[in-house]
Protein backbone atom coordinates (compact mmCIF):
# COMPACT_ATOMS: atom_id res chain seq x y z
CA UNK A 1 0.00 0.00 0.00
CA UNK A 2 1.39 3.44 -0.95
CA UNK A 3 1.01 6.09 1.20
CA UNK A 4 3.01 8.52 -0.34
CA UNK A 5 0.13 10.47 -2.28
CA UNK A 6 -1.84 10.20 0.64
CA UNK A 7 -2.69 13.33 3.15
CA UNK A 8 -4.28 12.73 6.85
CA UNK A 9 -7.37 15.28 6.86
CA UNK A 10 -6.10 18.10 9.81
CA UNK A 11 -9.68 19.47 10.40
CA UNK A 12 -12.05 18.99 13.22
CA UNK A 13 -13.56 15.43 13.16
CA UNK A 14 -12.03 11.86 12.82
CA UNK A 15 -8.41 11.95 14.60
CA UNK A 16 -5.16 11.43 12.34
CA UNK A 17 -4.52 7.91 14.25
CA UNK A 18 -8.05 6.66 13.37
CA UNK A 19 -7.87 8.06 9.94
CA UNK A 20 -4.59 6.01 9.69
CA UNK A 21 -5.92 2.80 10.99
CA UNK A 22 -8.78 2.81 9.23
CA UNK A 23 -6.92 3.38 5.98
CA UNK A 24 -4.82 0.17 6.82
CA UNK A 25 -7.72 -1.35 7.95
CA UNK A 26 -9.61 -0.79 4.39
CA UNK A 27 -6.84 -1.76 2.55
CA UNK A 28 -6.46 -4.94 4.25
CA UNK A 29 -9.91 -5.97 3.79
CA UNK A 30 -9.73 -4.56 -0.05
CA UNK A 31 -6.66 -7.41 -0.29
CA UNK A 32 -4.14 -4.35 -1.20
CA UNK A 33 -2.24 -5.74 1.88
CA UNK A 34 -1.67 -9.45 2.49
CA UNK A 35 -0.84 -11.38 5.16
CA UNK A 36 2.57 -11.73 5.92
CA UNK A 37 3.64 -8.15 3.93
CA UNK A 38 5.91 -5.89 5.97
CA UNK A 39 4.40 -2.39 6.94
CA UNK A 40 6.55 0.71 7.17
CA UNK A 41 7.97 1.32 10.42
CA UNK A 42 6.71 3.94 12.85
CA UNK A 43 9.54 6.67 12.46
CA UNK A 44 9.58 6.30 8.66
CA UNK A 45 5.74 6.35 8.12
CA UNK A 46 5.47 9.45 10.61
CA UNK A 47 8.22 11.00 8.56
CA UNK A 48 6.84 10.01 5.54
CA UNK A 49 3.23 11.67 6.55
CA UNK A 50 5.08 14.57 8.57
CA UNK A 51 3.15 13.36 11.47
CA UNK A 52 4.04 12.79 15.12
CA UNK A 53 5.50 9.48 15.94
CA UNK A 54 3.25 9.14 18.82
CA UNK A 55 0.06 9.30 15.97
CA UNK A 56 1.59 6.52 14.32
CA UNK A 57 2.42 4.37 17.23
CA UNK A 58 -1.58 4.91 17.98
CA UNK A 59 -2.88 3.54 15.16
CA UNK A 60 -0.21 0.99 14.63
CA UNK A 61 -0.95 -0.44 18.58
CA UNK A 62 -4.81 -0.29 17.59
CA UNK A 63 -4.17 -2.65 14.91
CA UNK A 64 -1.80 -4.91 17.05
CA UNK A 65 -4.28 -5.03 19.52
CA UNK A 66 -7.19 -6.18 16.93
CA UNK A 67 -5.05 -8.92 15.42
CA UNK A 68 -4.04 -6.95 12.29
CA UNK A 69 -0.68 -6.20 12.60
CA UNK A 70 1.45 -8.68 14.15
CA UNK A 71 5.35 -7.34 15.48
CA UNK A 72 8.09 -9.33 14.99
CA UNK A 73 10.94 -7.25 16.90
CA UNK A 74 13.89 -6.71 14.69
CA UNK A 75 12.07 -8.17 11.57
CA UNK A 76 9.89 -5.09 11.83
CA UNK A 77 5.74 -4.97 12.04
CA UNK A 78 3.69 -7.06 9.48
CA UNK A 79 0.45 -8.09 8.46
CA UNK A 80 -0.64 -10.83 10.48
CA UNK A 81 0.03 -14.06 8.78
CA UNK A 82 -3.07 -15.50 10.76
CA UNK A 83 -5.64 -13.36 9.66
CA UNK A 84 -8.34 -14.54 7.44
CA UNK A 85 -8.78 -11.67 4.66
CA UNK A 86 -12.69 -12.82 4.42
CA UNK A 87 -13.28 -12.15 7.98
CA UNK A 88 -11.55 -8.98 7.55
CA UNK A 89 -13.94 -7.86 4.40
CA UNK A 90 -16.75 -8.85 6.41
CA UNK A 91 -15.63 -7.46 9.25
CA UNK A 92 -14.86 -3.89 7.63
CA UNK A 93 -18.03 -4.07 5.64
CA UNK A 94 -20.31 -3.58 8.49
CA UNK A 95 -21.61 -0.24 8.28
CA UNK A 96 -20.09 1.73 11.11
CA UNK A 97 -22.88 4.21 11.20
CA UNK A 98 -26.47 4.34 9.51
CA UNK A 99 -25.23 7.17 7.53
CA UNK A 100 -22.71 4.90 5.74
CA UNK A 101 -25.24 2.76 4.41
CA UNK A 102 -26.93 6.03 2.66
CA UNK A 103 -25.81 6.77 -0.89
CA UNK A 104 -25.68 10.31 0.06
CA UNK A 105 -22.76 10.15 2.78
CA UNK A 106 -20.13 12.10 1.86
CA UNK A 107 -16.26 11.13 0.83
CA UNK A 108 -14.12 10.37 3.78
CA UNK A 109 -13.13 13.24 5.57
CA UNK A 110 -15.17 15.79 3.86
CA UNK A 111 -17.28 18.03 5.63
CA UNK A 112 -21.03 16.69 7.08
CA UNK A 113 -23.62 16.95 4.68
CA UNK A 114 -26.95 18.99 5.39
CA UNK A 115 -29.26 17.79 7.65
CA UNK A 116 -27.19 14.66 7.78
CA UNK A 117 -28.16 12.89 11.30
CA UNK A 118 -26.05 10.82 13.78
CA UNK A 119 -23.53 13.58 13.99
CA UNK A 120 -22.28 15.51 17.40
CA UNK A 121 -21.50 19.02 16.39
CA UNK A 122 -17.98 18.52 14.76
CA UNK A 123 -16.99 22.18 15.50
CA UNK A 124 -17.63 22.21 18.81
CA UNK A 125 -15.57 19.04 20.09
CA UNK A 126 -12.71 20.25 22.37
CA UNK A 127 -9.63 19.37 20.18
CA UNK A 128 -7.66 21.08 22.22
CA UNK A 129 -8.63 19.65 25.79
CA UNK A 130 -8.70 15.81 24.24
CA UNK A 131 -5.28 16.17 22.34
CA UNK A 132 -3.62 17.12 25.77
CA UNK A 133 -5.45 14.40 27.64
CA UNK A 134 -4.50 11.39 24.73
CA UNK A 135 -0.85 12.45 24.53
CA UNK A 136 -0.17 12.87 28.65
CA UNK A 137 -2.06 9.02 28.47
CA UNK A 138 0.49 8.26 25.13
CA UNK A 139 3.14 9.35 27.99
CA UNK A 140 1.69 7.71 30.79
CA UNK A 141 0.52 4.33 29.49
CA UNK A 142 3.66 3.01 27.52
CA UNK A 143 4.04 -0.29 27.44
CA UNK A 144 0.92 -0.91 28.95
CA UNK A 145 -0.84 0.70 25.82
CA UNK A 146 0.66 -2.04 23.57
CA UNK A 147 -0.51 -5.34 25.56
CA UNK A 148 -3.37 -7.03 24.80
CA UNK A 149 -6.68 -4.95 26.00
CA UNK A 150 -9.38 -6.25 28.56
CA UNK A 151 -12.00 -7.42 26.40
CA UNK A 152 -14.51 -6.08 29.15
CA UNK A 153 -12.71 -2.68 28.30
CA UNK A 154 -10.55 -0.40 30.03
CA UNK A 155 -11.06 -0.42 33.95
CA UNK A 156 -10.85 2.75 34.97
CA UNK A 157 -13.23 3.82 32.17
CA UNK A 158 -15.45 1.43 33.11
CA UNK A 159 -15.72 2.98 36.46
CA UNK A 160 -16.04 6.75 35.24
CA UNK A 161 -19.09 5.51 32.93
CA UNK A 162 -20.89 3.46 36.38
CA UNK A 163 -20.35 6.71 38.43
CA UNK A 164 -21.54 8.40 35.48
CA UNK A 165 -24.71 6.67 35.23
CA UNK A 166 -25.63 6.26 38.60
CA UNK A 167 -25.43 10.53 39.02
CA UNK A 168 -27.09 11.09 35.69
CA UNK A 169 -29.51 8.54 34.65
CA UNK A 170 -29.78 6.97 38.64
CA UNK A 171 -28.67 3.68 37.48
CA UNK A 172 -26.83 1.43 40.43
CA UNK A 173 -24.63 -0.58 38.93
CA UNK A 174 -20.81 -1.83 39.77
CA UNK A 175 -18.24 -0.92 37.24
CA UNK A 176 -17.89 -5.27 36.88
CA UNK A 177 -21.35 -4.63 35.28
CA UNK A 178 -20.10 -2.31 32.63
CA UNK A 179 -18.51 -3.37 29.55
CA UNK A 180 -16.94 -1.07 26.88
CA UNK A 181 -18.16 -2.74 23.49
CA UNK A 182 -17.02 -1.68 19.98
CA UNK A 183 -19.65 0.83 19.33
CA UNK A 184 -23.32 0.11 19.77
CA UNK A 185 -22.76 -2.74 16.56
CA UNK A 186 -20.79 -4.57 19.21
CA UNK A 187 -23.19 -3.97 22.37
CA UNK A 188 -25.61 -5.79 20.22
CA UNK A 189 -23.21 -8.66 19.38
CA UNK A 190 -22.70 -9.42 23.01
CA UNK A 191 -25.90 -9.19 23.99
CA UNK A 192 -27.06 -11.69 21.22
CA UNK A 193 -24.53 -13.67 22.05
CA UNK A 194 -24.60 -13.79 25.99
CA UNK A 195 -28.17 -14.21 26.96
CA UNK A 196 -30.02 -15.10 23.36
CA UNK A 197 -29.77 -17.86 20.89
CA UNK A 198 -29.78 -17.70 17.26
CA UNK A 199 -34.02 -17.96 16.66
CA UNK A 200 -34.90 -16.45 19.27
CA UNK A 201 -38.27 -13.97 18.69
CA UNK A 202 -38.29 -10.64 20.11
CA UNK A 203 -39.98 -7.00 19.58
CA UNK A 204 -38.57 -3.61 18.20
CA UNK A 205 -39.96 -0.83 17.70
CA UNK A 206 -41.72 0.51 13.99
CA UNK A 207 -40.80 3.02 13.54
CA UNK A 208 -37.67 1.81 15.47
CA UNK A 209 -33.74 2.08 14.30
CA UNK A 210 -33.35 0.35 11.09
CA UNK A 211 -30.25 -0.66 11.52
CA UNK A 212 -30.50 -2.65 15.03
CA UNK A 213 -33.59 -4.43 13.17
CA UNK A 214 -30.67 -5.57 10.26
CA UNK A 215 -28.43 -6.49 12.97
CA UNK A 216 -30.73 -8.44 14.76
CA UNK A 217 -31.92 -10.28 11.46
CA UNK A 218 -28.09 -11.02 10.79
CA UNK A 219 -27.24 -12.94 13.88
CA UNK A 220 -30.21 -14.95 13.47
CA UNK A 221 -32.93 -13.27 15.68
CA UNK A 222 -36.71 -13.29 14.92
CA UNK A 223 -37.38 -9.41 15.29
CA UNK A 224 -41.09 -8.30 15.11
CA UNK A 225 -42.30 -4.81 14.08
CA UNK A 226 -44.28 -3.43 17.08
CA UNK A 227 -46.43 -0.22 16.65
CA UNK A 228 -46.29 3.34 18.61
CA UNK A 229 -48.50 5.09 20.28
CA UNK A 230 -48.18 8.30 21.84
CA UNK A 231 -47.12 6.40 24.86
CA UNK A 232 -44.32 4.34 23.50
CA UNK A 233 -44.29 1.11 22.74
CA UNK A 234 -47.56 -0.80 22.09
CA UNK A 235 -47.57 -3.90 24.28
CA UNK A 236 -50.72 -5.12 23.48
CA UNK A 237 -50.17 -5.42 19.99
CA UNK A 238 -46.51 -7.14 20.71
CA UNK A 239 -48.31 -9.56 22.59
CA UNK A 240 -50.78 -10.11 19.88
CA UNK A 241 -48.18 -10.66 17.31
CA UNK A 242 -45.24 -12.21 19.18
CA UNK A 243 -46.49 -13.86 22.58
CA UNK A 244 -43.25 -15.48 22.51
CA UNK A 245 -40.82 -12.81 22.70
CA UNK A 246 -37.80 -13.54 25.02
CA UNK A 247 -36.68 -9.68 24.04
CA UNK A 248 -37.57 -6.25 23.81
CA UNK A 249 -35.36 -3.30 22.41
CA UNK A 250 -36.13 0.32 23.19
CA UNK A 251 -35.58 3.80 23.20
CA UNK A 252 -37.49 4.86 26.08
CA UNK A 253 -35.91 8.53 26.95
CA UNK A 254 -35.86 9.55 23.64
CA UNK A 255 -37.91 7.31 21.04
CA UNK A 256 -35.68 7.21 17.64
CA UNK A 257 -37.36 8.45 15.44
CA UNK A 258 -40.26 9.72 16.83
CA UNK A 259 -38.85 11.55 19.56
CA UNK A 260 -42.21 10.79 22.56
CA UNK A 261 -40.65 9.16 25.64
CA UNK A 262 -42.69 6.31 27.07
CA UNK A 263 -44.31 7.36 29.99
CA UNK A 264 -44.30 5.71 33.45
CA UNK A 265 -47.34 3.62 33.44
CA UNK A 266 -46.20 2.10 29.82
CA UNK A 267 -42.34 1.75 31.55
CA UNK A 268 -43.83 -0.74 34.67
CA UNK A 269 -45.96 -2.69 31.83
CA UNK A 270 -42.88 -3.29 30.16
CA UNK A 271 -41.27 -4.27 33.28
CA UNK A 272 -43.80 -6.22 34.33
CA UNK A 273 -43.95 -8.42 31.14
CA UNK A 274 -40.40 -8.93 31.32
CA UNK A 275 -40.48 -10.65 34.51
CA UNK A 276 -43.73 -12.52 33.84
CA UNK A 277 -41.74 -13.69 30.60
CA UNK A 278 -38.43 -13.89 31.60
CA UNK A 279 -37.42 -11.74 28.98
CA UNK A 280 -34.73 -9.68 28.68
CA UNK A 281 -35.52 -5.62 27.69
CA UNK A 282 -32.42 -3.80 25.89
CA UNK A 283 -32.61 0.13 26.70
CA UNK A 284 -31.22 2.15 24.00
CA UNK A 285 -30.69 5.42 25.88
CA UNK A 286 -30.56 7.11 22.73
CA UNK A 287 -29.64 10.88 22.64
CA UNK A 288 -30.92 10.94 26.63
CA UNK A 289 -28.42 13.46 27.28
CA UNK A 290 -29.80 16.05 24.87
CA UNK A 291 -33.07 17.33 26.10
CA UNK A 292 -34.03 21.02 26.31
CA UNK A 293 -37.02 21.42 28.80
CA UNK A 294 -36.64 19.99 31.84
CA UNK A 295 -34.23 17.60 33.29
CA UNK A 296 -33.22 14.25 31.52
CA UNK A 297 -35.43 11.78 32.37
CA UNK A 298 -34.41 8.28 34.49
CA UNK A 299 -33.47 5.58 32.73
CA UNK A 300 -35.82 2.70 32.27
CA UNK A 301 -32.97 0.51 34.06
CA UNK A 302 -33.29 3.24 37.32
CA UNK A 303 -37.31 1.25 37.80
CA UNK A 304 -35.67 -1.90 37.03
CA UNK A 305 -36.29 -4.35 40.48
CA UNK A 306 -36.16 -7.78 38.40
CA UNK A 307 -32.70 -7.43 37.40
CA UNK A 308 -34.60 -7.81 33.48
CA UNK A 309 -33.17 -4.30 31.10
CA UNK A 310 -29.87 -4.42 29.49
CA UNK A 311 -29.10 -0.56 29.52
CA UNK A 312 -26.87 0.57 26.33
CA UNK A 313 -25.39 3.87 25.79
CA UNK A 314 -22.59 5.42 23.19
CA UNK A 315 -20.32 8.04 22.86
CA UNK A 316 -20.67 8.59 19.28
CA UNK A 317 -23.45 11.41 20.12
CA UNK A 318 -21.63 13.22 23.18
CA UNK A 319 -18.29 13.02 21.91
CA UNK A 320 -17.97 11.59 17.86
CA UNK A 321 -18.80 8.72 16.15
CA UNK A 322 -14.62 8.25 15.04
CA UNK A 323 -14.11 6.74 18.42
CA UNK A 324 -16.31 3.70 18.40
CA UNK A 325 -16.90 3.47 21.72
CA UNK A 326 -19.94 2.32 23.31
CA UNK A 327 -21.22 0.78 26.79
CA UNK A 328 -23.52 -2.03 28.32
CA UNK A 329 -24.67 -2.50 32.30
CA UNK A 330 -25.16 -6.56 32.39
CA UNK A 331 -27.77 -7.50 34.60
CA UNK A 332 -25.95 -8.59 37.97
CA UNK A 333 -27.15 -12.09 37.39
CA UNK A 334 -25.25 -12.31 34.27
CA UNK A 335 -21.55 -10.85 34.52
CA UNK A 336 -20.26 -14.21 34.83
CA UNK A 337 -21.68 -14.89 31.26
CA UNK A 338 -21.19 -11.65 29.51
CA UNK A 339 -17.53 -11.39 30.95
CA UNK A 340 -16.91 -15.05 29.03
CA UNK A 341 -18.41 -13.46 25.95
CA UNK A 342 -16.85 -11.09 25.63
CA UNK A 343 -13.33 -12.71 26.46
CA UNK A 344 -13.92 -14.60 22.79
CA UNK A 345 -15.09 -11.12 21.37
CA UNK A 346 -12.97 -8.53 19.25
CA UNK A 347 -12.88 -5.90 22.99
CA UNK A 348 -13.45 -2.46 22.75
CA UNK A 349 -9.90 -1.56 20.84
CA UNK A 350 -7.13 0.81 21.88
CA UNK A 351 -6.67 1.50 25.54
CA UNK A 352 -4.90 4.85 25.01
CA UNK A 353 -8.58 5.74 23.51
CA UNK A 354 -10.59 4.45 26.58
CA UNK A 355 -8.02 5.90 28.62
CA UNK A 356 -8.10 9.29 27.25
CA UNK A 357 -12.16 9.14 27.35
CA UNK A 358 -11.90 7.81 31.05
CA UNK A 359 -9.90 10.72 32.06
CA UNK A 360 -12.51 13.21 30.01
CA UNK A 361 -15.04 12.04 32.25
CA UNK A 362 -12.95 11.83 36.13
CA UNK A 363 -11.46 15.26 35.21
CA UNK A 364 -14.82 17.05 34.42
CA UNK A 365 -14.92 17.67 30.90
CA UNK A 366 -17.67 15.09 30.03
CA UNK A 367 -19.81 17.16 32.10
CA UNK A 368 -19.04 20.39 31.00
CA UNK A 369 -19.17 19.16 27.40
CA UNK A 370 -22.79 18.27 27.79
CA UNK A 371 -23.97 21.13 29.52
CA UNK A 372 -22.11 23.21 27.10
CA UNK A 373 -23.79 20.86 24.09
CA UNK A 374 -27.41 21.43 25.31
CA UNK A 375 -27.35 25.09 25.11
CA UNK A 376 -25.71 24.71 21.42
CA UNK A 377 -27.88 22.10 20.43
CA UNK A 378 -31.59 23.86 21.72
CA UNK A 379 -30.25 27.09 19.65
CA UNK A 380 -29.47 24.94 16.57
CA UNK A 381 -32.50 23.30 16.83
CA UNK A 382 -34.57 26.64 16.62
CA UNK A 383 -32.65 28.17 13.91
CA UNK A 384 -33.57 25.03 11.82
CA UNK A 385 -37.14 25.01 13.16
CA UNK A 386 -37.75 29.10 12.28
CA UNK A 387 -36.40 28.15 8.80
CA UNK A 388 -38.22 25.32 8.08
CA UNK A 389 -41.87 26.99 9.41
CA UNK A 390 -40.65 30.47 7.16
CA UNK A 391 -40.06 28.36 3.99
CA UNK A 392 -42.00 25.31 4.33
CA UNK A 393 -44.68 26.18 7.12
CA UNK A 394 -47.81 25.47 4.58
CA UNK A 395 -46.06 21.49 3.72
CA UNK A 396 -44.73 20.72 6.71
CA UNK A 397 -45.33 20.56 10.31
CA UNK A 398 -42.26 20.49 12.92
CA UNK A 399 -43.31 17.28 15.59
CA UNK A 400 -42.52 18.98 18.85
CA UNK A 401 -39.67 17.16 20.61
CA UNK A 402 -38.22 17.61 24.15
CA UNK A 403 -34.85 16.75 22.95
CA UNK A 404 -32.46 14.82 20.22
CA UNK A 405 -30.57 16.55 17.27
CA UNK A 406 -32.65 15.95 14.34
CA UNK A 407 -36.38 17.20 13.72
CA UNK A 408 -39.15 15.32 12.63
CA UNK A 409 -41.17 17.43 9.87
CA UNK A 410 -44.39 15.40 9.00
CA UNK A 411 -46.29 15.87 5.58
CA UNK A 412 -49.42 18.58 5.57
CA UNK A 413 -50.22 17.13 2.59
CA UNK A 414 -50.62 13.18 1.10
CA UNK A 415 -46.99 12.93 -0.58
CA UNK A 416 -44.89 10.79 -0.48
CA UNK A 417 -42.14 11.62 1.64
CA UNK A 418 -39.46 8.83 -0.09
CA UNK A 419 -39.94 10.82 -2.84
CA UNK A 420 -39.33 14.32 -1.64
CA UNK A 421 -36.44 12.60 -0.05
CA UNK A 422 -35.05 11.31 -2.63
CA UNK A 423 -35.20 14.40 -4.48
CA UNK A 424 -33.63 16.55 -1.63
CA UNK A 425 -30.47 13.91 -1.56
CA UNK A 426 -30.04 14.09 -5.39
CA UNK A 427 -29.42 17.44 -4.40
CA UNK A 428 -26.99 16.63 -1.74
CA UNK A 429 -28.53 17.24 1.23
CA UNK A 430 -29.07 14.38 3.62
CA UNK A 431 -32.57 13.93 4.51
CA UNK A 432 -34.16 10.98 5.26
CA UNK A 433 -37.56 9.57 4.93
CA UNK A 434 -39.79 8.66 7.77
CA UNK A 435 -41.27 5.48 5.57
CA UNK A 436 -37.88 4.36 5.66
CA UNK A 437 -37.80 3.76 9.19
CA UNK A 438 -40.52 1.60 8.75
CA UNK A 439 -41.87 -1.84 7.90
CA UNK A 440 -44.38 -1.52 5.04
CA UNK A 441 -47.24 -0.13 4.76
CA UNK A 442 -45.58 2.67 6.56
CA UNK A 443 -48.23 4.33 9.13
CA UNK A 444 -46.25 8.03 9.38
CA UNK A 445 -45.09 10.20 6.87
CA UNK A 446 -42.43 12.55 7.40
CA UNK A 447 -38.79 13.98 6.88
CA UNK A 448 -36.16 13.41 9.34
CA UNK A 449 -33.30 16.02 9.25
CA UNK A 450 -30.22 16.35 11.68
CA UNK A 451 -29.22 20.18 12.68
CA UNK A 452 -26.36 19.31 15.04
CA UNK A 453 -23.73 21.30 12.23
CA UNK A 454 -26.18 24.08 11.36
CA UNK A 455 -23.69 27.04 13.03
CA UNK A 456 -25.97 29.88 13.28
CA UNK A 457 -29.51 30.97 11.21
CA UNK A 458 -28.19 31.94 7.97
CA UNK A 459 -26.85 28.57 7.04
CA UNK A 460 -30.05 27.39 8.12
CA UNK A 461 -31.82 29.35 6.28
CA UNK A 462 -29.83 28.76 3.61
CA UNK A 463 -29.83 24.56 3.85
CA UNK A 464 -33.74 24.89 3.82
CA UNK A 465 -33.97 26.89 0.64
CA UNK A 466 -31.79 24.17 -1.11
CA UNK A 467 -34.70 21.90 0.33
CA UNK A 468 -37.50 23.56 -0.70
CA UNK A 469 -36.21 23.78 -4.32
CA UNK A 470 -35.02 20.60 -4.28
CA UNK A 471 -38.66 19.09 -3.54
CA UNK A 472 -40.50 22.26 -5.62
CA UNK A 473 -41.09 19.89 -8.25
CA UNK A 474 -43.66 17.82 -6.80
CA UNK A 475 -45.48 20.88 -5.26
CA UNK A 476 -48.59 20.34 -7.90
CA UNK A 477 -48.74 16.95 -7.84
Keep these: ?265 RRLQLLDWARQQQAWIVEDDYDSEFRYHGRPLPALKSLDRDDRVIYTGTFSKVLNPGLRLAYLVAPLSQVERFQQTAHYSGGPGSILTQATVADFMEQGYFARHLRKMRTLYAQRRACLVQALEQTLGERLQIQSQAGGIHVLANLKQAEDDRVLAKAAQAKGLAVQALSDWQMPPAAHKGLLMGFANISDQRMADDWVRRLSAAIAVFSNH
Excluded at 41 to 57: D, F, H, N, Q
Excluded at 58 to 86: C, H, K, M, N, W
Excluded at 210 to 233: C, N, S, T, W
Aim: aromatic residues 10%; proline residues 10%.
Design 1 to 265: MDLRHWKPSREPGIPIYQQLYERFRDAIAAGQLRPGDRVPSVRSLASELSVAKGTVEQAYQILLGEGYFLARGPAGTVVSPQLDRLEAKRYTSVPASPQRSSPYVPAEHAPPLPFQMGLPALDAFPRKTWTRLANQNQRALGALAMRYPDPAGYAPLRRAIAAYLGVSRGIACLPEQVFVTAGYWGALELVCRSVLNPGDAGWYENPGYIFARQFLKQAGMQAYAVPLDEEGLDLIAGQQHCPQARFAIVTPTHQSPMGMAMSLP
